[in-house]
């Protein structure tokens, strides 16, 4: 079989698996992979916590990276009148804490689709590869995530502990994360049947939005209905919902797909100008049809787009977006019992930063102001860089919008309007991912089993652990 490398170009993810082969190898031979065996991890945790979670809920804040959280946390303390830093998001309560480490198999900074296979699946994978295990050959690769011999999903796992399913994004459901939850791609690219162009026809390639319609996930909300074809949708064996107002509608007894925007849902900051759900909407109206399964549900949601305002250096949207992230959070504990395990967690982080020496109280989208040393309080002028102008609290390392010594002046009126791109310091075209460690928050039964340093594929293998006891 040739491969046409000609066709494939316009999907740089799948180049790069090509690329870094030699550095990869089978998930039960890679070191990147965790040794431990099932056993060995069960009796490590068993002393932690002697209960087993009736239902999980796996919240992902995609590119929520520790600036991203300290950001929101101050942006949202300003809305409500502090000064910010005292707020506490809803996860900051929770009482297990980790860091975890997102590196792919054959990459130091990693993307979305390897790091939710590793939180999801439990297993570390390349970058841009979804649910397929690595491999030095390619053509391995290929097979696998065409119907060859595969490792079981999330979904896959909860259906045998006869678990309700739903998986929640305001990003496309064909996204990296979303499908991590069901699907099996060697490329994060091939959302659509119209994407299988770009690999052999004889292989029997299924695109991410076939496997969506045929998998056993009860409920799917978010983003996306372009990537489905007219066939793919009559094909769904329940009920289609295009707005708010009809998925509250939607009958209780059949599987849900509710596609709510032709591509990813509207950012927080725009969504009052249409009819889609909010993450916390989506959030609770899950749980609430998912409450009568007697033995429990297993639910994904993702806070799909503070990564897509992240990559266009918009922080007013990426903090709104982690609001309505805090939101949803806020609600699953307020409505969830005693034995749901919850887990808030990023995928990877951003380049994002904060920084300048600004006083206590400064407004998180303005300019610096430092500490006055006589009165304690807020300098009278603003900071101001070599070139005598004054500079944002919040910044990108790369990204388009580069501050230049002829840059514009900037003002307060400027930088704190919704549509303000943070300025960068590297040009690039688009913002990118940043590698170092993210945080994961954990309540409820089996929380103890999350704390510590580890390797995000330790995640998904703890949480097959639970569905399996």
């Not at 975890?100 to 439990?122: E, M």
């Amino acid at each position: 079989m040739t491969l046409n490398f000609a066709n494939m170009k316009r999907l740089s993810t799948l180049l790069l698996l090509s690329t870094a082969f030699s550095q990869t190898a089978c998930v039960a031979d890679s070191p990147e992979n965790t040794k431990l065996s099932d056993s060995q991890r069960i009796e490590m945790t068993k002393t932690e916590s002697d209960l087993t979670p009736k239902n999980i809920i796996v919240f992902i804040g995609d590119g929520m990276g520790i600036s991203t959280i300290t950001a929101g946390r101050i942006f949202i303390g300003q809305e409500k009148g502090q000064t910010g830093e005292e707020n506490q998001l809803s996860f900051d309560k929770f009482p297990q804490l980790a860091l975890i480490k997102t590196y792919n198999t054959n990459a130091q900074v990693p993307d979305s689709a390897g790091t939710a296979t590793a939180i999801l699946s439990g297993y570390k994978t390349n970058i841009g590869t979804v649910n397929v295990r690595p491999n030095k050959n390619l053509k391995n690769m290929l097979a696998e995530g065409c119907g060859g011999e595969t490792a079981a999903t999330l979904t896959d796992k909860a259906k045998a502990a006869n678990k309700s399913v739903g998986v929640i994004s305001t990003a496309r459901l064909t996204h990296a994360t979303p499908a991590a939850m069901y699907a099996h791609s060697v490329s994060r690219d091939i959302e659509a049947d119209k994407d299988l162009a770009i690999l052999p026809a004889d292989m029997g390639c299924a695109s991410i939005s076939a496997q969506l319609i045929s998998s056993d996930v009860d409920v799917a909300l978010g983003g996306g209905r372009k990537e489905f074809t007219d066939a793919q949708i009559a094909a769904w064996p329940g009920t289609i919902a295009s707005d708010a107002a009809q998925m509250t509608a939607a009958p209780q007894d059949q599987p849900l797909l509710g596609l709510f925007n032709r591509s990813h849902m509207s950012f927080e900051a725009d969504r009052a100008e249409t009819k889609e759900p909010s993450l916390a909407e989506m959030t609770t109206y899950t749980m609430d049809r998912f409450a009568s399964d007697p033995d429990g549900y297993v639910m994904m949601v993702e806070a799909g787009r503070i990564d897509h305002a992240h990559h266009g250096t918009n922080a007013y949207r990426a903090l709104k977006d982690v609001q309505a992230l805090d939101e949803a959070v806020a609600a699953a504990v307020a409505k969830a019992g005693d034995d749901t395990l919850i887990l808030v967690t990023a995928d990877h982080s951003h380049v994002f930063t904060m920084a300048g020496y600004p006083v206590r109280g400064n407004p998180i989208l303005g300019l610096v102001r430092g500490v006055d040393q006589e009165t304690g309080g807020a300098e009278t002028e603003y900071s101001l860089d070599q070139d005598g102008k004054p500079y944002t609290t919040l910044g990108y390392q790369n990204g388009p919008n580069i501050r230049e010594a002829d840059s514009d002046t900037l003002t307060d009126n400027i930088v704190q309007s919704p549509d303000f791109r943070q300025q960068t310091a590297v040009n690039l075209s688009g913002e990118t991912h940043a590698g170092e460690d993210v945080a994961l928050f954990a309540t409820g039964p089996g929380a103890h089993r999350f704390s510590g340093v580890m390797e995000q594929d330790e995640i998904g293998q703890r949480l097959g652990d639970l569905l399996g006891e």
